[in-house]
């Protein structure tokens, strides 16, 4: 697991906040008011009490660089609608792959309110980074899909507000070049592709994308309390790492990020692995021609099997550490209500988590959506997958997307393993 170099940093900070609380029983809600934190982090605010009225509230908020215009539309929005109180937003550009780290640099200087994936939520709880969500907690639950409550959630405490449910990946192709039943097999999409002079894009060596060939094969990542268990060197992982090298080796690959798809595709590249963040881009150079659908099945073992995938959530978090936390709730809880989950959707595509806003027609009637949705019944959750996992997966990727053959699979796997369990 990474280490959290903000500890010393947030005991200092907490150790202050107690300090407060003790002398004036007033909390550490300090200028900003709106409750108090737990002495031991991962504090709880009153779930049904009004939030304080006449108060100058000043909110750090992290988005990516993208959802900036959004995001101060939707917080100025959120000051408009709640005018008994004065509001000022401090904005930063913060990814949700980013924020777990960045807080880590320091607590007490992050956000009170940040955007991050829900593979993160465990480290994040266990740094005692987030406030644990009691305020409109069941309207919450109740109006969100299950399964993006879950992701939200260690055992029965809430400390994510859910904001979509498109965080999987499928593939999007050129029906021009393909046909539907093409895409049912990855070696057919090669072999149609090397017919026609196209390549077939996937980021191998990113770990989020490689997994969906050890999934396939019947592999796992679980937890054994705070431990990583990883079975990908075994005789099932050995077979879908065959299968990696042999797609990685074929003429009609090629990796690269994402801007090496969104670039190629309708010209050199065909069909290629990625998500709803690419919707727009891919839509506008394929045209007519833009499809998608769930991934293949490839050959592993000798055996077709249907490639899997991780489904996971991007979420709102409440900072641990925030002096206004009834407040930062509030600004949380309005940034992933269902109006603004459909604003999402018609300006970024991003699907949302918001039962009532899924049900729209326009939601249903996206292509991408529908591919990830087609896919969701093959992909796994990322709650048990630690931090350990993401660069020995990363690794072992680039080794493939390199050729780089000097060691045996095997080997290569077992190392793997090795650094992901430690």
């Known amino acids: 697991?990474?280490?959290?170099?903000?500890?010393?940093?947030?005991?200092?900070?907490?150790?202050?906040?107690?300090?407060?609380?003790?002398?004036?029983?007033?909390?550490?809600?300090?200028?900003?008011g709106g409750g108090a934190a737990s002495p031991a982090g991962g504090g709880t605010a009153d779930g049904g009490a009004a939030a304080p009225a006449g108060e100058n509230v000043t909110l750090r908020v992290w988005g990516p660089q993208e959802e900036q215009a959004l995001l101060k539309e939707m917080c100025e929005a959120f000051a408009a609608a709640n005018p008994a109180n004065t509001y000022t937003f401090d904005y930063g550009v913060v990814s949700e792959a980013d924020a777990r780290t960045r807080y880590s640099e320091d607590p007490a200087a992050a956000a009170d309110v940040f955007?991050?994936?829900?593979?993160?939520?465990?480290?994040?709880?266990?740094?005692?980074?987030?406030?644990?969500?009691?305020?409109?907690?069941?309207?919450?639950?109740?109006?969100?899909?299950?399964?993006?409550?879950?992701?939200?959630?260690?055992?029965?405490?809430?400390?994510?507000?859910?904001?979509?449910?498109?965080?999987?990946?499928?593939?999007?192709?050129?029906?021009?070049?393909?046909?539907?039943?093409?895409?049912?097999?990855?070696?057919?999409m090669l072999k149609v592709a090397n017919d026609k002079g196209k390549k077939v894009y996937m980021d191998v060596p990113n770990g989020w994308y490689i997994v969906s060939f050890f999934l396939a094969a019947g592999c796992s990542l679980s937890l054994d309390g705070d431990k990583q268990v990883c079975d990908f060197n075994s005789p099932a992982g050995l077979a879908a790492a065959e299968a990696i090298?042999?797609?990685?080796?074929?003429?009609?690959?090629?990796?690269?990020?994402?801007?090496?798809?969104?670039?190629?595709?309708?010209?050199?590249?065909?069909?290629?692995?990625?998500?709803?963040?690419?919707?727009?881009?891919?839509?506008?150079?394929?045209?007519?021609?833009?499809a998608a659908t769930k991934l293949p099945a490839a050959t592993i073992g000798g055996e077709q099997k249907q490639l899997g995938s991780f489904g996971g959530y991007k979420l709102v978090g409440v900072n641990s550490l925030t002096n206004a936390?009834?407040?930062?709730?509030?600004?949380?809880?309005?940034?992933?209500?269902?109006?603004?989950?459909?604003?999402?959707?018609?300006?970024?595509?991003?699907?949302?988590?918001?039962?009532?806003?899924?049900?729209?027609?326009?939601?249903?009637?996206?292509?991408?959506?529908?591919?990830?949705?087609?896919?969701?019944?093959?992909?796994?959750?990322?709650?048990?997958?630690?931090?350990?996992?993401?660069?020995?997966?990363?690794?072992?990727?680039?080794?493939?997307?390199?050729?780089?053959?000097?060691?045996?699979?095997?080997?290569?796997?077992?190392?793997?393993?090795?650094?992901?369990?430690?």
């Open 1 to 32: 697991m990474k280490k959290d170099f903000g500890t010393k940093r947030r005991a200092i900070a907490l150790a202050m906040c107690a300090a407060l609380l003790f002398a004036s029983f007033a909390g550490c809600a300090g200028a900003n």
């Open 245 to 290: 090298k042999a797609f990685t080796a074929d003429p009609a690959y090629v990796g690269g990020d994402g801007t090496v798809l969104t670039g190629g595709m309708g010209s050199s590249i065909a069909a290629g692995v990625s998500g709803i963040w690419d919707a727009a881009a891919i839509k506008e150079r394929l045209g007519d021609n833009y």
């Open 115 to 188: 955007m991050f994936s829900n593979d993160h939520l465990r480290d994040l709880v266990n740094a005692q980074s987030l406030y644990e969500i009691t305020r409109n907690k069941a309207d919450i639950a109740a109006r969100n899909v299950e399964s993006s409550v879950e992701a939200a959630s260690i055992g029965d405490s809430l400390y994510g507000y859910p904001m979509t449910a498109d965080n999987g990946y499928f593939m999007y192709y050129d029906k021009s070049v393909f046909s539907e039943s093409d895409t049912e097999s990855l070696d057919q």
């Open 325 to 422: 936390p009834v407040h930062a709730m509030d600004l949380a809880d309005w940034l992933t209500n269902e109006q603004n989950q459909l604003t999402r959707f018609e300006k970024r595509e991003y699907g949302p988590s918001n039962i009532s806003a899924a049900q729209s027609d326009a939601v249903k009637a996206n292509v991408a959506l529908s591919a990830l949705a087609a896919q969701s019944q093959f992909a796994e959750p990322q709650n048990d997958v630690l931090a350990g996992f993401w660069n020995p997966a990363e690794a072992f990727g680039r080794t493939m997307d390199s050729k780089d053959y000097s060691k045996s699979l095997q080997e290569l796997l077992d190392n793997m393993v090795a650094q992901i369990t430690a």
